[in-house]
């Protein structure tokens, strides 16, 4: 597992290796049957009624993350730039119709014989905070999905 929060340029990036194969983790991140399970940190539900996906460049996504505590609700949404199945996604991120504060994710996907080191990357913040945010909740969603992989596995 590797974190790092890249100060200056106001950029996270992610490591995880999951015991999965390279195309079942690409299904985690384009398949909302998959997506719901694991998507937001922790004390977050992701309902798949709220998952809209068309992946290809171009495509648009989006989802509503719900706080389990108290059921407020964080919308977020972009559009694919670059679709490689099974290896890589480039997509934007921001709050439905507002493109100030979009920023651009990278999920890299390297197969490591039946298993897959995954590395998000997350570019164009617009302040440290916006950043460090992102960073935690990315790192408790991915946690979650790890979580899921070496259960399955168990």
Known sequence: ???RRETGE???TITRVLDAPRRLV???WTDPAHVTAWFG???FTTPMSTIAMDVRPGGTW???MIRDDDGAE?????FYIEVVEPERLVFTWGAPGDTRQESVVTVELAD??????MTLHQAGFTTDDSRDSHHDGWSSALDRLTERFREATA
């Open 74 to 78: 964080y919308s977020t949404g972009g």
């Open 41 to 43: 940190p922790r004390g």
């Open 26 to 28: 690409f299904q985690a």
């Open 10 to 12: 106001r950029e996270l």
């Open 1 to 3: 597992m590797t974190d």
């Open 112 to 117: 490591l014989d039946g298993r897959t080191e």
């Open 62 to 64: 989006q989802a509503t």
